[in-house]
């Protein structure tokens, strides 16, 4: 079976500061990974996935992530917050050797505070 | 414009009942899929489906039903079975490796 854990139910940070939003996962097969973030009273969109490749994946609005296949883990960054990232961030795994399953996570609620 | 439409927007259900939350696509993606989100659960899948006519069960597809007979249309129904029913439904869709796109939502709410 598939998993993806959020550990934080919230992140805080400050305007201007490195935000780090943690992801793991657990997957029988190659995982493939992607974040979406929403916004409030609207859909979600996606940021960025990773499939395979470079373990750096650059996705919209400035944000990152890492791929770390030994510890499982797909942690979502962004150097420097703004206000307006302030949302709920939710990670995702596919068994890519499996179907199209496509697991969510808890979610992080992410506020930034100028 | 492209994109997926969910129907209604909100929608209200006696006890006993069936509802059916509508999902419509032009994007000519083949896969299709159904999440309930509750606060602090995320995204729990309910029902996917890859091909037309074709559809799997997903974490918690107790007490739902769909059905994929076109490759556009892919309706939830939300049975008596149901007894926690409260929750936003999402749908969405994909064309190929990852990226999905998600309909706009719609919010059930037991009478």
């Known amino acids: 079976a598939q998993s993806v854990a959020q550990p934080e139910d919230q992140v805080n940070v400050a305007e201007g500061n490195p935000l780090t939003v943690k992801c793991t996962y657990s997957v029988s097969g190659n995982p493939y990974l992607f974040w979406y973030v929403q916004y409030p009273n609207r859909g979600l969109q996606f940021l960025l996935k990773y499939i395979t490749g470079d373990n750096l994946v650059k996705g919209s609005y400035g944000f990152e992530a890492e791929f770390n296949k030994s510890q499982t883990s797909f942690h979502l960054k962004k150097p420097s917050a703004l206000v307006s990232d302030s949302a709920l961030y939710f990670c995702?795994?596919?068994?890519?050797?499996?179907?199209?399953?496509?697991?969510f996570g808890a979610g992080t609620t992410v506020t930034v505070r100028a | 414009d492209g994109g997926i439409t969910q129907s209604p927007k909100y929608l209200f259900r006696k006890e006993g009942q069936n509802v059916t939350l509508s999902c419509e696509q032009n994007l000519n993606h083949d896969a299709m899929y159904w999440y309930r989100q509750d606060p602090g659960q995320g995204l729990r899948l309910i029902y996917y489906s890859q091909i037309v006519n074709d559809f799997q069960k997903g974490d918690i597809a107790e007490g739902y039903s769909v059905s994929r007979e076109k490759k556009e249309s892919f309706p939830l129904t939300v049975t008596s079975a149901q007894k926690n029913p409260t929750a936003f439904y999402l749908c969405?869709?994909?064309?190929?490796?990852?990226?999905?796109?998600f309909g706009s939502g719609t919010q059930l709410s037991v009478l």
């Open positions: 995702a795994v596919r068994d890519g050797t499996n179907d199209y399953k496509l697991s």
């Open positions: 969405a869709s994909t064309g190929s490796v990852g990226k999905l796109f």
